[in-house]
Antibody, heavy 118, light 113 residues
């Protein structure tokens, strides 16, 4: 069974940093491209970042470029999102999502909540 | 960026009736080299992550009931629920996979009338 479990969400002050993790199981992580997607409270979905199976190429949406870094450890079957210079508007549930052949996100985790507030 | 616009924002449909959701992209998501539309539909129920329903604009995922169908090409797409069931209450999102950023529509909330 494919499983993706996010962790690392927390309450953090504006300007702070946080590292999210996504532990995966039930599939060969090293051959899949992966993504991070977020959803602000009561709002829609926003794609944030993509990393290919081998770690490159990497793509970001403009709103997080230069502040967030996506990475992966294929030996640990894990995906990460390092978030720096956090803003109030980064408050959201953060999901990791498996990429289906650059066509769609076929499996999603349950999400981890990040709250940026003073 | 490709802007995805869904209509309506919400709709209420009687059980057993048809629900139709539209999605329009600001430019074509039809890839000429393979003649495929890079358009995906997701369903998100309250408190849950999104679930993939349809890719390539019209290809249902395994296990998705056949009352869900997708159609359209280029810039205009439709998700149809042919006979609404109680378990279909959710927010539905379209997404383009043609280029990055992989943008989503704003979502359409489907409720029971």
């Amino acid at each position: 069974e494919v499983q993706l479990v996010e962790s690392g969400g927390d309450l953090v002050q504006p300007g702070g940093s946080l590292r999210l993790s996504c532990a995966t199981s039930g599939f060969t992580f090293s051959i899949y491209n992966m993504n991070w997607v977020r959803q602000a409270p009561g709002k829609g979905l926003e794609w944030l970042a993509y990393i290919s199976s081998k770690g490159s190429p990497i793509y970001y949406t403009d709103s997080v470029k230069g502040r967030f870094t996506i990475s992966r450890d294929n030996a640990k079957n894990s995906l990460y999102l390092q978030m720096n210079s956090l803003r109030v508007e980064d408050t959201a549930v953060y999901y990791c999502a498996r990429d289906k052949d650059d066509v769609a996100f076929d499996f999603w985790g349950q999400g981890t909540m990040v709250t940026v507030s003073s | 960026d490709i802007v995805m616009t869904q209509s309506p924002d919400s709709l209420a449909v009687s059980l057993g009736e048809r629900a139709t959701i539209n999605c329009k992209s600001s430019r074509s998501v039809l890839y000429s080299s393979n003649n495929k539309n890079y358009l995906t539909w997701y369903q998100q129920k309250a408190g849950q992550p999104p679930k993939l329903l349809i890719s390539w604009a019209s290809t249902r995922e395994s296990g998705v009931p056949d009352r869900f169908s997708g159609s359209g090409s280029g810039t205009d797409f439709t998700l149809t629920i042919s006979s609404l069931q109680a378990e279909d209450v959710a927010v539905y999102y379209c997404q383009q996979y043609y280029t990055t950023p992989r943008t989503f529509g704003q979502g359409t909330k489907v409720e029971i009338k």
